[in-house]
């Protein structure tokens, strides 16, 4: 039997070539600092609207409200972003997002009723900096992935494949020292301190990351009589990725809400960033071993499979009953999101041109907000009314009505085929064909 794996490291440059790409390490650092707190924010709005309120019910509306306001936020921040700059964009950003959290952590330790906290959770969420989208649009320009159009296609660097991996690592790691931090700080400092640390440290870093001109992406601006460039959104592969993405966020939402219940169920509140953080590890750990290797199969197909594993990991959740079964299997849910957030986050560089790179970046991203913020409040009432249990229904909902959506409209994720006409007598199908099997300039080694 042959497997879809290979061994030639030649194929795909590894970390370290990436990390020596020049002027990398200049983004790549205070990018990190400025995303961590994003793993912090609807952990830490949870832990501290249901201890001043005592509802489960009422963090999760709020946190949702937050999650929603991102999601339609995000995508009308990376068109600005590709229009105008990331600094232009960032600055501001960052200091309403630290002024809106401050409000919001005051009506809450003020009592404030449910709907008022929803307010200040609007602009809380609709100000959440667009870092990721930010240094995936950095990483394409400086690997020169503006004329790619299909993975193997040789029209960007192999690095491109590279840098999509990394970055879901760096995604991953802020998922997991995030809620672990959150949650220490909330439970051992002060139910706000958790909140109050992610406005600080969006601040702080979303700064320095601005202050980083050099390797920004040039600007599209818009010229008055000039043809105005077409919205990621009316990409139709863009609008399955985006489907696939709210079932990822899904998952990360109720988990989030029904690991906080259970570990409360136990009587350990404190087990739940332990729980969270075994999850997240092994979506990072599956992440690491996707960048560093070759795939022989094309990116929708692995898309496909890696959905599939994904749904089915997340459908058996609801059975565990003891901590020691639901961290194994948070670890086998966390190993098998990796695998489909790197391959949706590649096939953007083949489906969206890179005057809206930043704004398709931001549609997933802000997919995985939407989803989150949905499964929070849908989690949040049911593990309100019969436990954990029901809450981990959630994620298993959400993946198998993405995964249906995925089998029915996959057609719609084939790459365009390249502009380039290198020979008009030959036909393209068979170039297609081969790109969606992986297969052109890499020669794998195939493992048994």
């Known amino acids: 039997m042959t497997s879809a794996v290979t061994t030639d490291t030649s194929a795909r440059p590894g970390y370290g070539q990436l990390l020596r790409t020049p002027g990398a ?5 205070p990018g990190f600092a400025a995303r961590l707190p994003f793993g912090m924010l609807t952990i830490s709005i949870l832990l501290l609207v249901q201890h001043t309120t005592g509802s489960y019910g009422s963090a999760g509306i709020v946190a949702a409200v937050t999650g929603i306001s991102m999601a339609l936020s995000a995508p009308v921040m990376g068109k600005l972003t590709d ?4 600094s232009a964009v960032l600055v501001p950003v960052v200091l309403t997002h630290a002024a809106a959290v401050s409000a919001l952590v005051a009506f809450a330790l003020l009592g404030a009723p449910v709907w008022a906290l929803g307010l200040a959770a609007v602009p809380a969420g609709a100000s959440v900096p667009q870092v990721g989208p930010m240094v995936r649009a950095r990483w394409a320009a400086r690997l020169g992935g503006g004329t790619s159009q299909a993975e193997g296609s040789g029209g960007g660097s192999p690095l491109l494949a590279t840098a999509a991996a990394f970055e879901s690592v760096t995604d991953e790691f802020t998922f997991v020292v995030g809620p672990v931090l959150a949650t220490a700080l909330c439970t051992g400092v002060h139910p706000a301190a958790g909140l109050v ?3 600080a440290l969006t601040l702080a870093g979303g ?3 601005a202050a980083r001109r050099a390797t920004q992406p040039k600007a599209h601006a818009v010229v008055a009589g000039a043809e105005k460039h077409a919205s990621a959104l009316s990409s139709a592969g863009l609008r399955v990725l985006i489907v696939a993405f709210l079932g990822i966020g899904a998952v990360f939402g109720g988990m989030q809400v029904s690991l906080a219940a259970f570990s409360n169920e136990i009587g ?3 087990a739940n960033g332990l729980l969270y953080g075994i999850f997240a590890a092994g979506n990072m750990t599956a992440g690491i071993a996707c960048g560093a290797i070759t795939w022989k199969i094309g990116p929708r197909r692995r898309l496909l499979l890696g959905y599939a594993g994904l749904t089915v990991a997340a459908s058996v959740l609801w059975t565990a ?5 639901l961290g194994a ?4 849910v966390g190993l098998c999101i990796a695998p489909a957030l790197i391959t949706g986050y590649t096939m953007v560089e083949s489906l969206i041109p890179a005057s809206a790179r930043t704004e398709a970046f931001t549609w997933l991203t ?7 913020a949905t499964a929070v409040t849908l989690a949040g009432r049911l593990t309100d009314a019969h436990g954990s249990t029901y809450g981990f229904l959630v994620p298993m909902a959400g993946t198998v009505l993405a995964l249906a959506t995925l089998l029915a409209l996959r057609a719609k994720l084939a790459p365009k085929a390249p502009s380039r006409i290198i020979n008009a007598s030959a036909p393209a199908a068979p170039a297609a064909r081969a790109n969606e099997r992986g297969v052109g300039h890499r020669v794998p080694v195939t493992v048994d």
């Open 366 to 372: 802000g997919a995985v907000a939407f989803g989150q």
């Open 207 to 209: 700064l320095v990351f």
């Open 321 to 325: 009953h003891s901590m020691i079964l």
């Open 25 to 29: 390490l200049g983004f790549v650092l």
């Open 268 to 270: 350990n509140p404190g």
């Open 197 to 199: 640390t992610e406005a």
């Open 329 to 332: 299997l948070g670890l086998i």
């Open 83 to 86: 229009r105008h700059g990331q």
